[in-house]
């Protein structure tokens, strides 16, 4: 096992387009993870998916946001009507399988950069 | 957004000196963790401390949780090159306590 991945690692899109990044967990992993990270700071939580359920979501999360996680394996984040506002880093944790309320750390993708022109 | 905030921002030491790194948050937590980024790369586990926890230690790496003032610090024993990188606290909060909220980091420049 290579780890978590992701794809594409770059995007350039224009301002009002869709983009769609996938990542891939680390198999037998049922935690999976978005982070949004510009520049200087720190990563910022978006959403987390236990298996397929979505059972977080930052409240800082514009409706044109959405991930899925279909059969509870790759997840994909989609941002719809791409503002240059939302151009960062987007990355992918995963991490181990677990009671609900245990903690584990998260294993990070090398992450999807996004530039919105 | 942020949960955690990092202090110092910047340090700058020499090889083979210690390292502090102080992280302070705001509300109750279920546990903490470090985490270390290389520049242009995706973050690194270091160490995960319970809040019912006090000191913990790998290898060089010592970190300590003090619930009642809301702080942590990590501690980087005989500092390396390749221990360059930025550094973050990471708490964990929400229904399920997987929401992670990072500090805005340490930059760690050692200088061999």
């Known amino acids: 096992d290579t780890g978590v991945s992701q794809n594409p690692r770059h995007k350039i899109t224009k301002r009002g387009q869709n983009v769609t990044f996938r990542c891939d967990p680390i198999?037998?992993?049922?935690?999976l993870y978005w982070y949004r990270q510009t520049l200087g700071q720190g990563p910022e939580f978006l959403t987390y998916?236990?298996?397929?359920?979505?059972?977080?979501k930052s409240r800082l999360l514009s409706d044109r946001f959405s991930a899925e996680r279909p059969k509870g394996s790759f997840s994909t984040l989609e941002i719809q009507r791409t503002e240059q506002g939302d151009s960062a880093m987007y990355l992918c944790?995963?991490?181990?399988?677990?009671?609900?309320?245990?903690?584990?750390?998260?294993?990070f993708g090398p992450g999807t950069r996004l530039t919105v022109t | 957004s942020q949960q955690g905030e990092e202090d110092p921002q910047a340090l700058s030491i020499q090889e083979g000196e210690n390292a502090t790194m102080n992280c302070s948050y705001k509300?109750?937590?279920?546990?903490l963790q470090w985490y270390r980024q290389n520049s242009g790369r995706g973050l690194v586990h270091l160490i995960l401390?319970?809040?019912?926890?006090r000191e913990k230690h790998s290898g060089r790496l010592r970190v300590t949780l003090d619930t009642s003032k809301k702080s942590s610090s990590l501690l980087i024993t005989a500092s390396r090159a390749a221990d360059t990188a930025s550094y973050f606290c990471?708490?964990?909060?929400?229904?399920?306590?997987?929401?992670?909220?990072f500090g805005t980091g340490t930059s760690l420049t050692v200088i061999p």
């Open positions: 944790a995963s991490s181990f399988p677990g009671p609900v309320t245990s903690f584990y750390e998260q294993y």
């Open positions: 198999s037998e992993h049922n935690r």
């Open positions: 998916f236990q298996n397929e359920a979505q059972l977080e």
């Open positions: 509300t109750s937590i279920n546990n």
């Open positions: 401390i319970r809040s019912n926890e």
């Open positions: 990471a708490t964990s909060r929400g229904n399920t306590g997987n929401q992670f909220y």
